[in-house]
Each structure stands twice: as structure tokens, then as C-alpha cells.
T-cell receptor, first 115, second 113 residues
Framework: DADVTQTPRNRITKTGKRIMLECSQTKGHDRMYWYRQDPGLGLRLIYY???????NKGEISDGYSVSRQAQAKFSLSLESAIPNQTALYFC??????????????FGEGSRLTVL | QQQVKQSPQSLIVQKGGIPIINCAYE??????FPWYQQFPGKGPALLIA?????SEKKEGRFTISFNKSAKQFSLHIMDSQPGDSATYFC????????????FGTGTLLAVQP
């Protein structure tokens, strides 16, 4: 089983709908992240959380919100989806091991299409 | 100043060739440069990383070359194999901070048999 599990893997929705992408991890890591991948733009950080009570905006947080329900669970919500939020979304985790040793562990992605 | 510019966007080589992917950065505070490898349908995974106190780092067939004065770093894949076909992302951060990683735009590599 994958250490970082994302659901759903694929979702097609309509403009204006509320969408939630869920992430759960069995790695025991405190730090969790949501990234967005677009062709030609690489990976961009949406939100991150260093522990259950910590939520931080990333590079492109507008139009998104997150919830850290437990150490192992971090969900991403689109309150009112719009077509330019069509993208591949990745959840990632990392351990707090100090500087220069940080490694991101990614899930397999959730492909979202907003019509 | 926060960008990491990656080239080429795509690359096709024959088996056994040596593909080279280049990245350039502007922020001189960056001091940690990882490369991530992503296979189709999978998330990226850390491949190799370098700090600017060395000019080269090798792990198996993968080598990072680092030129601090030019603010450039590159990934070389020796004796490339079809199984190396993937998308490669360079990245940079200050202090290795995982929440501050700036990713390049990615290079789609195809290694033909």
C-alpha cells in the first residue's frame, strides 16, 4: 500500500461545485503539503502544515482552503471550483529532520477537471 | 528572483546516450538543489541533491554538476536506459527548507531503445 494516499484519483466536476481532495499518510510525518502541477509550470505549493494546529499559505493559495484533521490527514478544498483550477494535485509529506535533509514524499496525485 | 529556470522542456535520446538537463537560478541565498524524478501516473520522488560546497555529486548513473559562479546546475544521466524515461524537476531552496522549495518547470525525457 502507498505511504501517501490521495482520494479521489480522478474527478470531473462543474464550475461552482465544492470539491474536496483528501490525503492520508502512514509515514508518521508531521509535515504535510498540497501542490498543484500544471504543464509548463512545474509544481507550485498551495498550502502546508507542520503539525495539526499549524496551517500556512503557499505560493498559490487563493481559491483553496485546507484542513488538517489529524497528524495523518490533510484535505484540500475548492469552495467554488473554476475551470482554471483544472490540474493535477499532489499531497506530500516530510519529516522534520533539520536543514538540508528534507525530502518530500509525494502521493500519486489527484487529477481534477473543472468543466 | 525566486524562479528556477529549467531547460529543455523535452528531450529524446537513444539508449546509452547522456541526456543533460539544465537549471539556472537567480537567488544567491539558495543553497540546496534537489532533483525529483516523476514517472507517468506517479508522484515525484527525490533522485539526488547537492549543496554548493561541492561542484559535483554522483549517485549511480546520475550526476549533478554545480557551477556556483554561473548560478547553474545540471543533471547528467550516464548510459541512459528506457527505464529512465520520466519527467525530471530541478528545485532550489535556502537551508533545504521543504516548505520553501522552488521547482523548475520540468523536462520530459524519452530514452528510445
Amino acid at each position: 500500500d502507498a505511504d501517501v494516499t490521495q482520494t479521489p484519483r480522478n474527478r470531473i466536476t462543474k464550475t461552482g461545485k465544492r470539491i474536496m481532495l483528501e490525503c492520508s499518510q502512514t509515514k508518521g510525518h508531521d509535515r504535510m503539503y498540497w501542490y498543484r502541477q500544471d504543464p509548463g509550470l512545474g509544481l507550485r505549493l498551495i498550502y502546508y502544515s507542520f503539525d495539526v494546529k499549524d496551517i500556512n499559505k503557499g505560493e498559490i493559495s487563493d481559491g483553496y482552503s485546507v484542513s488538517r484533521q489529524a497528524q495523518a490527514k490533510f484535505s484540500l478544498s475548492l469552495e467554488s471550483a473554476i475551470p482554471n483550477q483544472t490540474a493535477l494535485y499532489f499531497c506530500a509529506t516530510s519529516a522534520d529532520r533539520g536543514q538540508y535533509t528534507g525530502e518530500l514524499f509525494f502521493g500519486e496525485g489527484s487529477r481534477l477537471t473543472v468543466l | 528572483q525566486q524562479q528556477v529556470k529549467q531547460s529543455p522542456q523535452s528531450l529524446i535520446v537513444q539508449k546509452g546516450g547522456i541526456p543533460i538537463i539544465n537549471c539556472a537560478y537567480e537567488n544567491t541565498a539558495f543553497d540546496y538543489f534537489p532533483w525529483y524524478q516523476q514517472f507517468p501516473g506517479k508522484g515525484p520522488a527525490l533522485l539526488i541533491a547537492i549543496r554548493p560546497d561541492v561542484s559535483e555529486k554522483k549517485e549511480g548513473r546520475f550526476t549533478i554538476s554545480f557551477n556556483k559562479s554561473a548560478k547553474q546546475f545540471s543533471l547528467h544521466i550516464m548510459d541512459s536506459q528506457p527505464g529512465d524515461s520520466a519527467t525530471y524537476f530541478c528545485a532550489a531552496s535556502k537551508g533545504g527548507a521543504t516548505n520553501k522549495l522552488i521547482f523548475g518547470t520540468g523536462t520530459l525525457l524519452a530514452v528510445q531503445p
